[in-house]
């Protein structure tokens, strides 16, 4: 369609996205984070399932256009090493724990899960857009964040198939190189 084809890109539009690759990125980015009022927070896992997941990496963003990817759980020859889970969410634990810093994300729920997994109590959950979505037009298909982006904003975001492949050839999330990943996490 018209709008598909000439909608903003995850490439085209300006971002800041990058990924934390050291703990020292990490301590930085708890410190930028230290006294927000809202902040943006997405999992990448292995599978759909909160309970039996395997956590790939974490987005933490506190501006529009901005965040940062934490690799957690990548696997095979990666262009990042993987960061400690245990330091890096003792350094988030503070933020994501803080009630008064409201939580922003594409199935809180599922993040939460996650996070409760990992040791941290998610605190402060404000606005879940699946939930939105699903408020808004309950007999809707899918309330996919890519779908959602397109039809609302007229922004095509990369999906999961853009990032892993399709078919025969797909990979798991967590076989893709954390790079790969930054934009996907971030949006």
């Known amino acids: 369609s018209l709008t598909q084809e000439f909608a903003p890109t995850a490439a085209s539009s300006p971002r800041d996205y990058a990924i934390a690759a ?3 990125d990490v301590e930085r980015l708890a410190s930028d984070l230290d006294g927000a009022a809202e902040i943006g ?19 933490v963003s506190r501006r529009a256009e901005s965040a940062r ?12 090493p993987n960061l400690p889970e245990r330091e890096v969410f003792g350094h988030l634990r503070a933020v994501l724990e803080n009630p008064s810093v409201r939580k922003i994300g594409h199935d809180l729920k599922t993040i939460a899960i996650v996070c409760a997994r990992h040791g941290i109590a998610l605190r402060g959950l404000d606005l879940d857009t699946m939930i939105a979505s699903y408020l808004v037009d309950a007999t809707r298909s899918s309330h996919s964040l890519d779908g959602l982006a397109l039809e609302r904003l007229g922004y095509k975001a990369v999906t999961e198939e853009d990032v892993c492949g399709k078919g025969a050839k797909a990979m ?16």
């Open 22 to 24: 050291t703990l020292d």
């Open 172 to 187: 798991t999330t967590d076989a893709v190189p954390a790079t790969s990943l930054v934009t996907f996490a971030s949006m």
């Open 69 to 80: 990817y934490l690799p957690l759980g990548h696997t095979g020859l990666t262009d990042h």
């Open 41 to 59: 927070v997405a999992v990448v896992c292995t599978s759909e399932s909160a309970v039996r997941t395997s956590l790939v990496g974490v987005a």
